[in-house]
């Protein structure tokens, strides 16, 4: 079992002297480094003092390892509209002897971005990644002694083990120089936006960790801080982990069967604590170096996967509780989202103080239409499809998708704050929604004309001024309905379709007719995407 330090502000400490960094040191940069705000509404990434939406990609595991294959993908992702590119960065190409670092491709991944005008987010696939072990340097491989295995069915796998104090500093150690040298070469240019700390972390294969050390811990109390913490925030819990603590007493003294019960939920818990712990230590160590923000991803279950078909321990929403309550090294942790019920999963992330990132999830036509979703309905601030190198199409869905988005970008980050935008994905099976918003019930339906109705829409909303709405999307047809009681009806005095150039409207067409349907609605054409503003009127 392995011993941490309890005290975080001593952890930091530590770490900051080994790094050579004084803490203090963070507040002498010119501007601030890329942080998370919390402004009215959202929780907003806020890269050289403003809002900054991430319109970004996930490239393939292996692609950033070579700066040579890198070359021509910048301007081709650059050509497609995005901002950000995530990347991975393996801990095997960075540590490949011990205490010996190289960051030349961490540098060269800098210089390609810079010439290209595109920011990053660094993926950290260290100890683990979706679920295994293959990412470590092989001198941490082969030394099973050092750095323990995960134990199933009565043999170690290739992962490591979560309990292991050795790889936990191997791994901080390494980050926490990774951390030193950005701030060096990046501390001004904040190229660097955000790092994810591991990647779809889990036991895979079987609940939980069965060697010596993790049946010892597992035997033993459950810590007195996890318990508080769900003392504390008991009214706020995820509903199916207080169902499960309510079903087993509402202990806050036991083992991990007597407080969880035992079944392999507890194990999952168990888990849960275990990764928390280890990689809150790493990204502490981190951010000790250099403090911008820090995140970890899921790799999602069905609601009846057994623990272990899925990494088990991973922040799945009915552990995430669990995490938050071991440490506060991560700022916030994100889905990597394929499943068909896209808005229901944003809705389990987006809680409770947690901002939405979608650092993983599907391209082409569902993630142009996604994207609208988790930017506007849940004031995502990123969104970034998988295997953004094989999607390298400028005039593809995804690339006007985030076109139009990147013409209105600061715009939509003061709505969001505000709290007045509304984003949606309509089909045959989920074909209207409605909102409030300035007044009226905005009603959203599948767009339909002369007998001919749209298979599908999507987009935003956002209220503009009185009486005045601004909408993005397709395939969607918009009506309005007053809530106040005076008796008067509200007619469309005019639509103008248009652009933003420089943050300022620009208008194009005034779509009257058969484009407005004869200004029966305000309709959005599913043939192609268009930005249009709507002006009301009232009358008797």
Not at 371 to 399: C, N, Q, R, T
Not at 419 to 442: E, I, Q, W
Not at 482 to 491: E, L, M, Y
Request: net charge negative.
């Amino acid at each position: 079992m392995k011993i941490r330090l309890s005290a975080l502000p001593i952890l930091m400490l530590f770490a900051g002297l080994e790094a050579g960094v004084p803490l203090a040191q963070e507040t002498s940069l010119a501007v601030a480094p890329p942080h998370l705000e919390t402004r009215g509404a959202a929780t907003q990434l806020i890269v050289d003092g403003k809002p900054f939406l991430m319109l970004s990609g996930e490239l393939h595991n292996s692609s950033s390892s070579s700066l040579e294959y890198m070359k021509p993908i910048w301007p081709k992702l650059a050509a497609m509209g995005l901002n950000t590119v995530v990347t991975p960065l393996s801990w095997e190409l960075v540590e490949p002897k011990e205490g010996s670092f190289d960051f030349k491709r961490v540098d060269g991944l800098l210089a390609q971005a810079r010439q290209t005008h595109e920011r990053i987010v660094f993926l950290w696939l260290a100890s683990w990644k979706n679920g295994m072990s293959s990412y470590p340097p092989a001198w941490v491989k082969q030394d099973t002694h050092r750095f323990p295995r995960v134990a199933e069915h009565g043999s170690e796998v290739e992962i490591l083990s979560p309990l292991g104090a050795a790889t936990e500093e191997a791994d901080a150690r390494a980050f926490a120089a990774l951390m030193q040298h950005l701030k060096a070469v990046d501390g001004q240019e904040h190229t660097v936006l955000m790092m994810q700390v591991e990647n779809e972390v889990g036991v895979l294969g079987d609940s939980r960790d069965h060697s010596a050390a993790a049946n010892a811990a597992f035997a033993s109390a459950v810590p007195e801080e996890l318990t508080r913490y769900l003392k504390a925030h008991r009214d706020s819990l995820y509903p199916d982990l207080r169902a499960l603590w309510d079903a087993n007493g509402d202990k806050t003294a036991g083992t991990w069967t007597e407080v969880f019960g035992d079944s392999t939920r507890a194990d999952e818990i168990f888990m849960a604590w275990q990764y928390a712990q280890f990689i809150h230590a790493v990204a502490v160590r981190g951010k000790a170096a250099y403090n911008i923000p820090m995140y970890v991803n899921t790799w999602l279950a069905g609601d009846d996967t057994p623990p272990g078909e899925y990494p088990s321990g991973g922040p799945e929403p009915r552990v995430v509780d669990v995490w938050k309550a071991a440490g506060s090294g991560l700022d916030f942790y994100a889905p990597d989202l394929y499943a068909s019920n896209f808005a229901d999963w944003c809705k389990r992330y987006h809680r409770d103080g947690n901002p939405l990132y979608m650092p993983e999830t599907r391209g082409g036509a569902a993630g142009a239409a996604n994207v609208f979703y988790a930017l506007g309905e849940e004031a995502g601030f990123g969104f970034s499809p998988f295997g953004i190198d094989s999607e390298m199409d400028e005039k593809g869905d995804l690339a006007v998708s985030y076109g139009a988005i990147a013409k209105l970008a600061p715009l939509l980050a003061e709505h969001q704050s505000a709290g007045d935008v509304h984003g949606f994905v309509l089909s045959k099976g989920h074909d209207t929604v409605d909102f409030t918003m300035s007044g009226y019930t905005v009603q959203v339906t599948l767009d339909e004309i002369f007998g001919g109705h749209a298979e599908s829409g999507y987009g935003l909303i956002m209220a503009a001024g009185p009486d005045e709405f601004l909408g993005v999307g397709k395939g969607f047809r918009v009506s309005f309905i007053p809530r106040s009681a005076t008796g008067q009806q509200v007619g469309i005095a005019a639509v103008d379709e248009g652009t933003f150039e420089d943050g300022k409207w620009v208008p194009g067409r005034r779509l009257n007719g058969d484009e407005n349907d004869q200004g029966k609605g305000w309709r959005f054409d599913s043939r192609q995407l268009r930005t249009e503003k709507v002006k009301l009127y009232r009358f008797e």
